[in-house]
């Protein structure tokens, strides 16, 4: 049997969608985007929501958005995908590099705490997996030392802390339509906020900073326009918001599906012996952008050895993460013992396939190669 590590969901809708937005005169910049982004701010209870091509986009803008830049910090998770750090960096910011909790995988108040400095102005805060971290504890901390809140929800369009959506919570949410996330737009991204400020501030930026407003309530020449800041070509075009539009529309759906397929690995994973399930923390839901188990040393087989038994059977898996204090480009920068629980998970974690029309034959077969 071949089992991928994620299918897209692509239905008869999605592709009619993508066609019927070829028929328009404006590509990008249209009415579609527009209405994907409203219906964003709806599902995730912000009041604004500006589409962009990635979340590497995303979390640029919000950094950018913030006044954040040289001689700033910025602390985010070593547990996590590069372009959450690599969203200070850009705008000259240094990321500070975080541990993180060994049951949720995510960042914890505590480890925060311990690497705030005088130069902090922000904490990025990745939803590891799909489920929603601390956010009461996390919050208090950054009202306590006036320092801005980011989510990096790549993982958690539709996660909850405390029946708030995930990114309407802190300053500014950053979402991922990568194909692999909850619904997909091939590439692409969205930014929510509830600070009118910020949405406009983003809203310029990525567009080349382009200010055209202003002359349009002038009335002067169509050509007239002017650069504000140092912006970026981030557009969300008309195809691929056509795309997300559609597929957000069954976006309850899709997370039902996943959550099923995790109750299924739950049920007959948690029998074996070495095999650690994912533990919802209370308050919270857990969507399963990535079902994630680990592999403790009571097992058969290490976790590299389970990795390469189910590539020979056909089976997709990934490691999700190498922890960024581990990377070429950061290993000189940190001290590796300052991160034990990332250390640990890093030999530990395995995220087995998950996706919506994955059959209960392909979930029984991946679980039987592991029992």
């Not at 059977?313 to 001290?335: E, I, R």
Request: aromatic letters at 10%; charged letters at 25%; a positive charge.
């Amino acid at each position: 049997m071949n089992i991928p590590y994620f299918i897209p969901w692509i239905t008869h809708s999605d592709k009619n969608a993508v066609k019927k937005a070829l028929s328009q005169r404006w590509l990008t910049n249209g009415p579609i985007l527009k209405q994907f982004e409203e219906k964003i701010q709806i599902y995730t209870k912000t009041k604004y929501a500006i589409g962009v091509g990635s979340a590497t986009h995303a979390l640029h803008l919000a950094v950018r958005s913030l006044g954040i830049g040289y001689g700033d910090e910025v602390i985010v998770p070593t547990f996590t995908f590069a372009a959450t750090a690599n969203a200070a960096s850009y705008s000259g910011a240094k990321p500070i590099l975080a541990d993180v909790d060994e049951k949720s995988f995510n960042i914890t108040p505590k480890e925060i705490k311990k690497r705030i400095t005088r130069k902090t102005k922000a904490v990025i805060v990745v939803h590891y997996g799909g489920q929603a971290c601390d956010m009461n504890e996390i919050q208090k901390i950054c009202n306590k030392h006036n320092l801005f809140l980011i989510e990096d929800c790549a993982h958690a369009l539709g996660s909850e802390f405390s029946n708030k959506k995930c990114g309407s919570i802190g300053d500014i949410g950053c979402f991922s339509f990568y194909p692999t996330k909850i619904i997909t737009t091939g590439e692409g991204g969205m930014v929510t906020t509830q600070h009118k400020a910020l949405a406009d501030k983003i809203h310029i930026l990525r567009s080349h900073a382009l200010n055209i407003d202003s002359y349009k309530r002038e009335k002067l020449a169509a050509w007239k326009y002017d650069i504000v800041d140092l912006g970026y070509n981030y557009r969300l075009d008309e195809l691929r918001s056509a795309l997300g539009l559609s597929q957000l529309s069954r976006i309850n759906q899709i997370n039902k599906m996943r959550q099923n397929i995790a109750k299924i690995y739950d049920k007959y994973l948690s029998k074996i012996r070495g095999i650690s399930i994912p533990e919802i923390s209370y308050k919270r839901n857990h969507i399963y952008h990535l079902y994630t188990i680990k592999i403790e040393s009571d097992y058969h087989y290490t976790r590299d050895e389970l990795y390469n038994k189910l590539q020979k059977n056909g089976v997709g898996a990934s490691v999700q993460y190498w922890p960024l204090h581990l990377m070429t480009y950061n290993k000189n920068k940190y001290n590796t013992k300052s991160f034990p629980n990332a250390n640990s998970l890093k030999v530990k974690v395995l995220s087995l396939p998950i996706f919506p029309k994955m059959t209960r034959k392909q979930i029984d077969f991946v679980i039987s190669l592991i029992k």
